[in-house]
Nanobody, 117 residues
């Protein structure tokens, strides 16, 4: 049974930090590129950050470059998103996505991040 479970969201003040985690099971984690997406109310889901199967390469949306860091631990079947210098516009539901070379993909249920004073 495939499971993709995000955690770590919450309420944080502008300028603060959060670390999201995504733990997966039910498929071979190190065969999947991992990504974080987010969706704010009334907006389309957008790609935030992505990491290759080995973690050797990462990519970020322009809006989060220099503030967010994606990483993965293949031994723990976990991908992380370290979010620093958070802004109110980072408020969204954050989703974890797994994608393999056959374009099979899985989504988590999302975790809410709210940046507000």
């Amino acid at each position: 049974q495939v499971q993709v479970v995000e955690s770590g969201g919450g309420l944080v003040q502008p300028g603060g930090s959060l670390r999201l985690s995504c733990v997966v099971s039910g498929f071979t984690f190190d065969k999947y590129a991992m990504s974080w997406y987010r969706q704010a109310p009334g907006k389309e889901r957008e790609l935030v950050a992505a990491i290759t199967t080995t973690g050797s390469s990462t990519d970020y949306a322009d809006s989060v470059k220099g503030r967010f860091t994606i990483s993965r631990d293949n031994a723990k079947n976990t991908v992380y998103l370290q979010m620093n210098s958070l802004k109110p516009e980072d408020t969204a539901v954050y989703y974890c996505n797994a994608l393999n070379s056959d374009y099979e993909h899985y989504w988590g249920q999302g975790t809410q991040v709210t940046v507000s004073s």
